[in-house]
């Protein structure tokens, strides 16, 4: 299996990647960290990671080159992607973060939780363990019960264009998209990394991705 | 839903976990490292650990403690104990901390939140507030609760949260060890006062005082560390109990 499954966790200055790779070490899969085109071009699944400033991390993927790798790897080439936090949202057509254009895989856009709705009962961020709904069913969401908890530490959401993005919703003073894909292409808001056994449950989910 | 989160605290020093422990059938009670993976088991929510003794000298250890933790543990941990400087910060961050607290340093130089939130964001700074009530006035204490300053718990939690604090820590140093369950008073008036989420530290003792605190205070998050590390209450039960009582939590 091995062989055949290449993980690269892609660095591109965007926060701390070493928990990403922690999980996978500790499941026995083989995940390089790199900012390394050429390694990057030899994986078999993708993770993006990432914390921090939706503008900053698209200025780093394209200062690294990265944005034409990715849309020949992911788009072109089908080849699995996870994006967690930022990862996913950049996965969108546009930002509030900044004002600034997304990489457009998922019809969808990144806006600020917005406090008019939630009230002063929930604090921005968003932080702590959460539930998610499933709304669709994937192999990323193979064994997971709605109401399991993942954690999250977010200021910015992800709303779809259609729902046929939507993977999972979760509520936060109102109901808002946790999770997305489309063919090859997940993204999770929350930490898979970072929420204990049913973290790893999913990431386990993304290994066994076609 | 978002769940009320139970978080043991670790005093760590030269690396190792002090103030005892009562878990059995561990070879190596004192070794950081299995203590964390036995209360991620329990279904901890995060855990803090506070170096006690933290110099210059020691800070290599922690630093190297921290790598070792986030080796091995996949729920959140926030570090906390001589952090003085953004430089500090980052070292255990990039070590794989994911918080880092702050608590002395700060009061001497608020200006260090600012920095730090501007730097790793709000999310990643846990303002740590020790305060005693002394004539019916909640006095912040710094240098581990030695010297009583002019200050309000509420006036600096709240200058905290302005300058970019993303939690407020409150261990209110009266109740703590008392075991006479948490200074409900003072948490529900920095309840109402702040925006960001506050945990709550000192004075459990038994269920029914995390009972009351999540149904009467506002507090998002309760940190204790004798009443788990002496097993007078075990994770798993205490979360039992408040599910009972409908506070949502993560079984």
């Known amino acids: 299996m091995q062989s055949k499954n290449k993980i690269v966790v892609i660095d591109y200055g965007m926060g701390n990647l070493r928990s990403v790779k922690n999980r996978f070490k500790h499941m026995d899969v083989d995940a390089t960290i790199s900012s390394d085109l050429s390694e990057i071009a030899k994986a078999d699944k993708l993770i993006l990671p990432g914390v921090g400033h939706f503008e900053a991390g698209m200025k780093q993927l394209k200062d690294r080159g990265l944005l034409e790798l990715l849309e020949e790897k992911v788009i072109q080439g089908n080849t699995p992607i996870l994006g967690i936090c930022l990862g996913m949202q950049l996965f969108t057509n546009f930002s509030e973060e900044g004002n600034v254009e997304g990489l457009g895989w998922i019809d969808a856009q990144t806006k600020k939780f917005d406090a008019s709705i939630i009230q002063s009962l929930h604090k921005v961020p968003h932080m702590g363990w959460n539930s998610i709904n499933v709304t669709n069913e994937t192999v990323l969401t193979e064994n997971l019960d709605t109401n399991d908890l993942f954690y999250f530490v977010h200021s910015y959401h992800v709303v779809c264009e259609t729902d046929q993005n939507v993977l999972t919703k979760t509520t936060y003073g109102y109901e808002f998209v946790s999770a997305i894909f489309k063919d090859n292409i997940y993204g999770v808001q929350f930490h898979p990394e970072k929420s204990h056994d049913i973290g790893k449950q999913m990431i386990g989910n993304f290994v066994k991705a076609a | 839903m978002l769940v009320k989160r139970i978080i043991p605290c670790l005093d760590i020093k030269d690396g190792k976990v002090v103030k005892g422990t009562n878990f059995v059938n561990l070879r190596d009670a004192g070794d950081p490292v299995v203590l964390a993976r036995k209360y991620a088991q329990d279904r901890a929510d995060e855990l803090v650990f506070l170096d006690i003794q933290a110099t210059l000298d020691n800070r290599k250890t922690l630093v190297d403690l921290v790598e070792r933790v986030a080796r091995e543990l996949d729920i959140p941990f926030t570090v906390g104990g001589g952090i003085k400087s953004v ?72 200058q905290a949260e302005t300058l970019g604090a993303g939690e407020i820590l409150f261990t209110a140093m009266n109740a703590d060890g008392t075991k006479n369950g948490f200074a409900m008073d003072a948490l529900s008036e920095l309840s109402e006062a702040l925006k960001v989420p506050i945990i709550a530290s000192g004075g459990a003792g038994t269920s029914d005082h995390f009972v009351d605190l999540f149904k009467n205070s506002g507090a998002d998050a309760a940190l204790a560390a004798s009443v788990f590390h002496f097993k007078q209450i075990a994770i798993p039960t205490l979360k039992k109990e408040l599910a009972k009582k409908q506070i949502p939590v993560r079984l």
């Open chain 2, 87 to 158: 430089a500090i910060a980052n070292e255990i961050l990039r070590a794989g901390a994911d918080k880092i607290s702050v608590n002395s340093a700060a009061f001497i130089r608020p200006q260090l939140i600012q920095e730090l939130s501007a730097k790793f964001g709000s999310q990643c700074v846990v303002v740590a507030i020790d305060a005693k009530e002394i004539d019916g006035q909640w006095i912040v204490h710094t240098s581990g609760g030695k010297v009583a300053q002019d200050k309000l718990l509420v006036d600096w939690a709240k």
